[in-house]
């Protein structure tokens, strides 16, 4: 069984039909990444942190497919009973999201995407498939070793802070990555492509860009709104880690989109 690594949080004094968060992070990353959000929602809503396949703790696939990517996931929201969710993805986390929207409408109550276009990107992770793979695992004998092979490659420091949190050590003392790299080397065109043209969901969805960022441009907009007819953006002075770089402003638009809950 294809098993997706989730975290539910939901103190004892959040009843079971509070309203949920559902946070999705993006390429190389893990549910950690989404913590920042996270911690400020769990109090009040049930949130669910997950782990996309081939990150984290979750399952290694044989080829990457955004269909498969987000029929596990649905299937393990399903099996948890979550009724109606807010659904919100970053990055890559933002297209799974979008196509687990497009196969489960009913369940969206509102979906917010971090970053990311319904488009097809050109390359544009060299630098850090390059820098990861210089790290020899095999010999690696410290963390600070792999920053140093990172740095000859990536020159923004929060880059390679980013990539130094999913390097860790197993019981044995192996080091290895918790993303599979090799399938993301071999399976890059996919996981940049887009291969959607129709209308992928028809309920209210918010595009957060950050205005350093150039993962969504004004050329996106024609494609944002046809496969997202009801889309709304904001803006944020952010650059793509915006999520970290302005936590205040984005836990605040997701507040907007949650419903109103008393506990």
Excluded: C
């Excluded at 109606?84 to 509102?110: C, E, T």
């Excluded at 205005?211 to 496969?227: F, R």
């Amino acid at each position: 069984m294809n098993s997706i690594h989730y975290e539910v949080h939901q103190p004892d004094e959040v009843q079971q039909d509070a309203p949920t968060l559902v946070l999705i992070h993006g390429l190389f990353g893990s549910l950690d990444n989404l913590a920042v959000i996270r911690r400020y929602f769990e109090n009040d809503y049930r949130v669910i942190s997950i782990d996309l396949p081939d990150h984290g703790k979750s399952y290694r696939s044989e080829n990457f497919s955004f269909d498969d990517y987000a029929s596990s996931i649905l299937k393990t929201l399903q099996s948890l009973n979550v009724g109606k969710i807010v659904l919100a993805g970053h990055s890559l986390g933002g297209k799974v999201s979008m196509v687990i929207a497009s196969k489960a409408p009913d369940i969206i109550q509102n979906l917010v995407i971090m970053d990311i276009a319904p488009v097809a990107y050109s390359a544009r992770h060299e630098n850090v498939i390059n820098g990861l793979t210089s790290v020899d695992l095999a010999t690696l004998t410290s963390r600070k070793d792999a920053h140093v092979e990172l740095a000859k490659h990536i020159v923004d420091s929060g880059t390679q802070s980013f990539l130094l949190k999913s390097l860790y050590q197993t019981d044995s003392g192996k080091w290895n990555w918790r993303f599979n790299l090799d399938l993301v080397i071999r399976d890059y065109a996919k996981l940049s492509d887009w291969p959607y043209s129709d209308v992928m969901f028809s309920g209210d969805t918010l595009f957060v860009k950050g205005n350093q960022s150039d993962y969504i441009l004004t050329e996106h907009q024609p494609k944002i709104v046809h496969q997202f007819p009801k889309a709304t953006a904001k803006i944020v002075n952010a650059g793509h880690w915006l999520h970290a770089q302005k936590p205040q402003t984005i836990n605040a638009l997701l507040t907007k989109f949650l419903p109103v809950y008393s506990n």
